[in-house]
């Protein structure tokens, strides 16, 4: 995505909206939380009342219209700061609200914060015009869902600790004029976060999208299937959330005695329960897509309420004067943390879908009609369900039976949303159970950790450290993070990116494309890695760039180029492997074209191999190389390389490592047979195995190869291929090559083995 912004100012501008976010999130704790349901329940006010008090908060949305119209001439920035400090003026009635309880008139404290209320959201709603083009204009570039999230985050964190404070301020039973105080102090940060507010940048966008035909946009834009679901379900989740959000204080309270203190704590564990997938979500959202997470956040809701369809009820004076048991805490702050887990992260996550969904041009005009929606559904859902908890208790239902009643309901509607956000567009997240599944991987989760530190470093020293640390986790999640690294400017960051990328589970079809233009490119610097990471990964699409690269005047591509086409299961570029070692005086290239050869384990390479070791200028580690592969081409490379290992630390102990193991492999053949054969006329074949010893011996003592010649060659077909017998055989009669104590070594195991073999081969036979 290209920025309409610069990226200082960029971040200069979310500083400014985190802090208005924080002073935001006080001030409606103080103003327009729960305090508004609390007070009104002192008031006495009936459960319709409450529903209607709520409904206010979601139907001053409708004024969003109005907000539209205003910016047409009017920039949203100002129409934004305007109504936020009305609205926090607006409050001031509520703070006489108290001085009339007192005097025994409640319908006046009633009558004063159904004003106050009214005006508040009535301004906010006119305001609300401004915040999907300001979040859309400030959620700019890939981190959009993280940053979205992060609002979040700020938002549930601090509202968390203003509701603590509130718990400790209220008490269990304060006087009403604390709610005055309350209340004066969030009029205050009102105004202040305004000014915070006044100081953001004009939303780039917002000129144009005004100009707009409003009911043709909207006409266009639902035009679109999935944006028709969408709205669907975030109209259901918005009235569940509502209602259950509300009229959980009041279940709270008539349930189970609780008292205005205990309320607010709980609202505590609801806000914990808010920061919890917030900080989730901002971990999660950018690596899986938000459609898992949105799912995730509805089973969750129909999880938090489950259980108050079980949970008894308490007596009613139950709790007056006695401590209110241990388990009505537990299971009232466990409902309001996993509630608000789910239902505040449905909607957080919801919003930021929706984002994804709709152009930003559109965003304006399409962002009243996500109000819209919003605000009936809240608004609808609570007056309604207020309205039926009357009715139910009209009809003689207790509380606990009222508000059962209602749950059931509301898993209903839940149960009816998890099977239409099957039909939502995954806008590139990950599949739903791959999402739970990361949840409980450890490797996976801990690559996205280190891929969030990779987005956040900017040294190259420490990008270089994450990156070999996410070279370890094979994470798929990893892959996208490596792949901007090799756009660094750095060539040690690009290298080690490469190397991540080797242990990736998987590349698609973008990876590859970046690897193949690396590997034509950047010979010299990166291509040889990427042959290396195309050949792990088996990416059959790089076989002709690969056979190019074999003519490179890169000998580290060339080599890295031999491997992997021979993973390829390449035969045919073969020849040409064996050719470049023939030709090549460079060591590297030559070990490289060795490996090659040893993971295709074609015996036709087993000539250039001996050759390789008959050459005088060749390096005796090189020579090592060569026997190490042939080794490996004769199956007996792990054993070789123990010998090998062995040797090199006792360079004097090649002849007794030699006979050994032509010891041990007489005792084996012995064992399988020595019991079953008379000591009279023995088998020719007992007594061809008891030679190996004495042709050893004369090999690794006298530099005499013909006894073992004799002995290899007289072994039968099916043991060993007589094409491959001749090739060693004459390896072995060579005397150069039997001077070279690691040939010794592998001649003798490898005949040893063949001694075993045929051992056993008898077995079967007989």
Aim: hydrophobic share 50%; charged share 15%.
């Amino acid at each position: 995505m290209s920025f309409t912004i610069s990226p200082y100012r960029l971040q200069k501008a979310r500083t400014l909206y985190n802090i208005f976010n924080a002073l935001n999130t006080i001030c409606w704790t103080f103003l327009a939380g729960n305090i508004i349901t609390l007070f009104a329940l002192r008031l006495e006010a009936s459960s319709t009342l409450i529903g209607l008090l709520t409904a206010i908060n979601y139907l001053a949305q409708v004024c969003l219209f109005l907000g539209r119209i205003l910016a047409r001439r009017v920039p949203i920035i100002r129409i934004y700061t305007v109504t936020w400090l009305f609205r926090s003026v607006a409050m001031t009635p509520l703070l006489f609200a108290p001085h009339f309880s007192a005097m025994g008139r409640n319908d006046v404290a009633i009558t004063l914060m159904l004003v106050g209320v009214t005006l508040f959201h009535l301004s906010r709603g006119i305001g609300m015009v401004g915040n999907n083009p300001v979040l859309s204009f400030l959620a700019q570039g890939a981190d959009r869902g993280s940053y979205m999230t992060l609002i979040q985050v700020i938002n549930n964190g601090v509202g968390m600790i203003a509701t603590f404070a509130l718990a400790l301020f209220l008490g269990s039973d304060s006087p009403l004029f604390v709610y005055s105080i309350i209340m004066g102090a969030g009029i205050l940060i009102g105004l202040v976060s305004a000014v915070f507010l006044a100081r953001l940048p004009e939303p780039d966008a917002s000129e144009k999208a005004v100009d707009s035909d409003f009911f043709a946009v909207v006409k266009k834009s639902l035009a679109e299937v999935s944006l028709r679901f969408f709205i669907l379900i975030m109209f259901l989740i918005a009235m569940v959330s509502g209602i259950v959000r509300t009229f959980i204080l009041v279940y709270a309270r008539e349930v189970y005695q609780q008292g205005d203190g205990m309320v607010t704590l709980y609202t505590v564990f609801g806000c914990l329960g808010s920061l919890v997938i917030g900080l989730l979500v901002k971990f999660l959202i950018d690596r899986v897509g938000a459609k898992p997470i949105y799912v995730l956040c509805v089973v969750s809701g129909v999880i938090s309420i489950l259980p108050a369809l079980f949970f008894p009820a308490l007596e009613a004076g139950a709790v007056n004067g006695t401590m209110i048991p241990v388990p009505v805490i537990l299971y009232l702050s466990g409902f309001f943390f996993i509630a608000n887990f789910a239902f505040l992260g449905a909607e957080g996550v919801g919003q930021t879908y929706f984002l994804g969904l709709v152009p930003r041009k559109s965003m304006l005009d399409m962002g009243i009609v996500y109000f819209f929606v919003y605000a009936v559904a809240g608004a609808g859902g609570t007056f309604a369900a207020g309205l039926l908890l009357d009715i139910l208790r009209a009809l003689g239902l207790s509380p606990f039976a009222s508000f059962r009643i209602l749950f059931v309901l509301m898993i209903a509607v839940l149960l009816l949303v998890l099977v239409l956000q099957r039909r939502l567009l995954s806008l590139g997240a990950i599949p739903f159970t791959s999402a739970i599944s990361l949840l409980f991987s450890p490797r996976d989760l801990r690559a996205i950790m280190l891929v969030d530190k990779l987005e956040k470093s900017r040294d190259a020293g420490e990008e270089g450290e994450v990156l070999e640390e996410l070279s370890g986790t094979a994470s798929s999640f990893a892959v996208k993070a490596i792949l901007d690294r090799l756009r660094s400017p750095s060539f040690a960051v690009r290298i080690e990116a490469l190397n991540a990328l080797i242990t990736a589970p998987g590349l698609d079809d973008q990876s590859i494309k970046i690897l193949l233009d690396d590997l034509q490119r950047n010979t010299h610097t990166t291509a040889y890695l990427s042959a290396r990471v195309l050949g792990k990964h088996h990416v059959t699409a790089s076989r002709d760039k690969l056979r190019e690269a074999l003519l490179s005047d890169d000998y580290m591509l060339t080599g890295e180029a031999m491997i992997a086409l021979v993973r390829l299961g390449d035969k045919a570029s073969c020849p040409q492997i064996e050719r470049i070692i023939r030709e090549t005086y460079n060591p590297r290239l030559k070990i490289m074209g060795f490996g090659a050869l040893s993971i295709a384990g074609e015996e036709s390479a087993v000539p250039i191999l001996i050759d390789s070791m008959l050459e005088r200028e060749t390096a005796s580690h090189v020579k090592d190389e060569a026997a190490l592969s042939l080794a490996s081409i004769l199956k007996i490379g792990d054993q070789y390389y123990k010998l090998l290992v062995n040797y090199q630390e006792d360079p004097s102990s090649c002849a007794a490592l030699a006979k050994d193991t032509a010891e041990s492999a007489y005792e084996h053949y012995r064992t399988l047979h020595g019991g079953t054969r008379k000591k009279k006329n023995r088998d020719p074949r007992d007594i061809q195995a008891g030679l190996l010893q004495g042709a050893v011996s004369a090999f690794v003592d006298k530099n005499d190869g013909s006894p073992l010649a004799r002995w290899i060659l007289s072994l039968p077909s099916e043991i060993a291929a007589d094409s491959l017998k001749l090739m060693l055989t004459g390896a072995v009669m060579d005397k150069t090559l039997v001077q070279q104590n690691s040939f010794q070594l592998l001649v003798v195991l490898w005949a040893s083995r063949l001694l075993r073999t045929w051992a056993v081969t008898e077995i079967g036979a007989g």
